[in-house]
């Protein structure tokens, strides 16, 4: 079923995209993570296409050349996932929970 999360503070603080094998080596994650957690700290909601986070809201990745997509996606263990009941994985290759279901 295809649904649209929305990209708010709350979803953020619940993302585990941060912690997922795919990008935890990317560089480019992570500098924009740190970018996104300064917009947070400053209570701002950050620009979905410049962080590394809620791919089930924001869609691919800006980082996409620099993920490991051999990795084994965490998307499952998200609570954003479980009470938005998605099913499918990978959002950050493959896009948005409208796009991918």
Known sequence: MKRKIEFNISNLKECQCPKCPVEIRSSCAENLLEKSEIKL???????????????????????????????????????VWSKNSLSSTYYCSLGNSEENG
């Open 41 to 79: 700290l400053q209570r701002s909601l950050p620009n979905q296409n410049e962080t590394p986070e809620l791919y089930c809201s924001s869609g691919k990745s800006a980082c996409l050349f620099d993920l490991d997509l051999k990795k084994t996606c965490i998307c499952p263990t998200c609570p």
